[in-house]
């Protein structure tokens, strides 16, 4: 294994921990609006001192603050979608595969945009994922009723894929004016302000004090909220960066972060003793098979 490639395994380990992470301050009683909140805030703070150590700090563009506005609503959606199933009692299992079932909603925006065409063996991929995910969300065919701690991370997989999609289109035409990390900083300046006008939206929809209640934290929940900025942000969002194309493939890449999913549930159970039914399991891995599937093939076309 090569410096690059170990490079994205510790980062796949360090997203694996979010999930971790937000039921850890969930049993202490922070909200998962709070916890994205502090994450982002702290995130911040981080990238910019390192920006200001590396003296890569830069100023944005007039031009570009419309970018950074949608591209910060729609992070601080995805990440608010994926932490507050936690919230409503979902298993780690159940919400890491439902939010990896990402390339579904990806590959429909490739469709609607032109992008790519659609072919038999994309419209299998799609669907052996949408099996996935139907299996791992315990629906019955008898039962479609679909809980909001379900709903959540379907959501986020879907604000998930319309992130990538805005990424990619910085990366093409803004790629010369900012670092990752500068755009990572810039992501986060508005997906805050962001969170907050949604923080008051939902605060009238749901009382829900683990989703939208507001506290003080103490010294211990804000040790966790630090480390949950630090070790599952920062760190695998910045080893990304270093990551070299001419030592692991976009599709290694992709294939060695599908891993994250799987290290989530190996902790739900070593650290929480978090089992679903094995048809959950066989969803799960389904919903990895068409991930894979979908990263190889689209290797293949570039």
Do not use: C
């Amino acid at each position: 294994m090569n410096r690059s490639q170990g490079y994205v395994v510790i980062a796949a380990v360090g997203f694996s921990f979010i999930l971790v992470f937000s039921t850890v301050l969930k049993e202490l009683g922070v909200s998962s609006l709070e916890q994205l909140f502090f994450r982002m805030s702290f995130g911040l703070v981080i990238l910019s001192f390192v920006m200001l150590v590396q003296r890569k700090f830069r100023i944005m563009r007039r031009g570009d603050v419309s970018f950074f506005v949608v591209i910060g609503v729609v992070y601080s959606l995805f990440g608010l979608t994926g932490l507050s199933s936690i919230a409503f009692g979902t298993p780690i299992t159940v919400v890491a595969a439902l939010v990896n079932t990402q390339p579904i909603f990806t590959a429909i925006m490739a469709s609607l945009t032109g992008k790519e065409k659609v072919t038999a063996i994309k419209v299998g991929v799609i669907l052996v994922g949408v099996l996935g995910a139907f299996l791992v969300s315990g629906l019955e065919i008898t039962n479609l009723h679909i809980g909001i701690g379900i709903a959540f991370p379907i959501l986020a997989s879907f604000f998930y894929a319309a992130y990538l999609w805005l990424k990619r289109q910085a990366s093409t035409s803004m790629s010369k004016d900012y670092t990752p990390i500068n755009a990572l900083f810039n992501t986060y300046l508005f997906a805050v302000p962001s969170l907050v006008v949604i923080w008051f939206i939902m605060r009238s929809l749901n009382t829900n004090p683990l989703f939208v209640g507001i506290t003080t934290p103490n010294l211990l929940q804000l040790g966790w909220l630090f480390l949950f900025a630090a070790f599952s942000t920062i760190l695998p969002y910045g080893l990304l960066n270093y990551v070299k194309v001419e030592e692991v493939s976009p599709t290694t890449e992709g294939l060695l972060l599908l891993g994250d999913p799987l290290l989530s549930s190996l902790w739900a159970i070593l650290l929480f003793e978090q089992y679903v039914t094995m048809t959950q399991y066989v969803g799960a891995g389904l919903i990895l098979l068409s991930a894979a599937i979908n990263l190889r093939k689209t290797a293949r076309t570039v």
